[in-house]
């Protein structure tokens, strides 16, 4: 079946939708995954006492997090493109799940926001050892590359002269950065302080990308529901209706006019059969 007007609009954004967060699936499982089974940090989920550490809670959510959003654009992508009825009714349950799950998280982290700084911190701490202690895995490398260009931070030291990691460290801004640059512990603990508002604002952000995407996928299903349960049409052509019911042929009439006599006569041709809409059984 084929989708216009409203449908056809939702069905690109749904499209759209699913290619964003297909990209940053791929990129927290992969992530997560390399974190989980890399050399240098695969002997911490063997070690039964750090089973609890914020390290193996962050990698396992970013595993299970990247998964779910993956499965989530699968079937959005096959219910908008294929036009499946069934995928979209799953997709947006999935959705309306998501939505749910993200308003939980951001009210949790508002009200326990101390609480999840120091988990941030100590987060990126780990990371920071295992990156020394790996002698510089390059995947944990890229990733406290961004964490450091992100904050505009430098180790956990700051001072370049002796930090192990300031091949990760952001170019210099001045003539201070040289030598010394703020320290990202101390720098994650000022953002959660001075910018808690804008990453409540991106939280928001994502809430709003999930309702719009539901959205479309109710509008998409309703416009696919009318154009299935909306009656078809058969339109007959002349040699159709003809070969159905035929007709002898009728003479033509010829109109002439005493009036206008200079005129040529006007020749109407009678209408053998009507193209009648039929409602298909």
Sequence with gaps: MAVDGCGL????????????????GLVLLGLGLWLRFSPGTRGIFEIEALNSSVFVMVV??????????????????????????CALQVFSVLLAFLFVAEVAVAVLAYTKRDQVQMNIVEFYT??????????????????????????????????????????????????????????C?????????SRGPMMMGILFGIGVLLIIALICSTVLLKTM?????????????????VLANPQPPQPD???????HPDQDPVVFTPLTVANIPMVQA
């Excluded at 993956?70 to 493109?81: K, N, T």
């Excluded at 512990?185 to 302080?193: C, H, K, L, N, S």
């Excluded at 529901?225 to 209706?241: K, V, W």
């Design 185 to 193: 512990p101390v720098t994650i603990a000022e953002v959660f302080d």
């Design 225 to 241: 529901r009318q154009s299935t349960s909306s009656p078809q049409y058969i339109i007959l052509t002349h040699s159709t209706s």
């Design 253 to 259: 009439f010829v109109s002439t006019s005493n009036t």
């Design 126 to 183: 780990s990371l920071y050892a295992l990156y020394v202690s790996s002698g510089g895995d390059p995947v944990i490398g890229v990733t406290l590359t961004f964490i450091h260009k992100t904050l505009h931070c430098c180790g956990v030291t700051g001072v370049s002269l002796i930090e192990i990691a300031k091949n990760t460290c952001p170019d210099p801004k001045g003539f201070s950065d040289y030598f010394i640059m703020k320290n």
């Design 9 to 24: 609009v939702c069905k690109y954004i749904l499209f759209i939708f699913n290619i964003i967060f297909a990209l940053v």
């Design 60 to 85: 396992t959510i970013m595993i299970v997090l990247g998964s779910v959003i993956l499965i989530v654009v699968s079937f959005g992508d096959y219910g908008a493109c294929g036009e499946k009825r």
